[in-house]
């Protein structure tokens, strides 16, 4: 399964992350870049979530099958 994880490179993101990857999906991570690198073999998708076309641009053509936000925004 694609996954795309809003965070995932702190907190309860960096951990469903590598539960997936274990589980042997293919994840990406969406981020601002702030809180650390993402974890091997996860793509990484850089920008702000508050910017509405920062996602689009980012996933360039990659489409996830599901989208986790972690977030409690």
Request: proline share 5%; with cysteine.
């Amino acid at each position: 399964m694609r996954l795309l994880v809003l965070g995932g490179t702190h907190f309860l993101g960096r951990h469903v992350v590598t539960a997936a990857l274990e589980r042997g999906h293919e994840v990406a991570s969406f981020t601002r870049g702030v809180s650390g690198g993402p974890a091997d073999g996860v793509r990484a998708l850089r920008g702000d979530r508050d910017d509405p076309a920062a996602l689009p641009a980012a996933l360039a053509g990659w489409a996830p099958e599901l989208v986790i936000d972690t977030s409690c925004q």
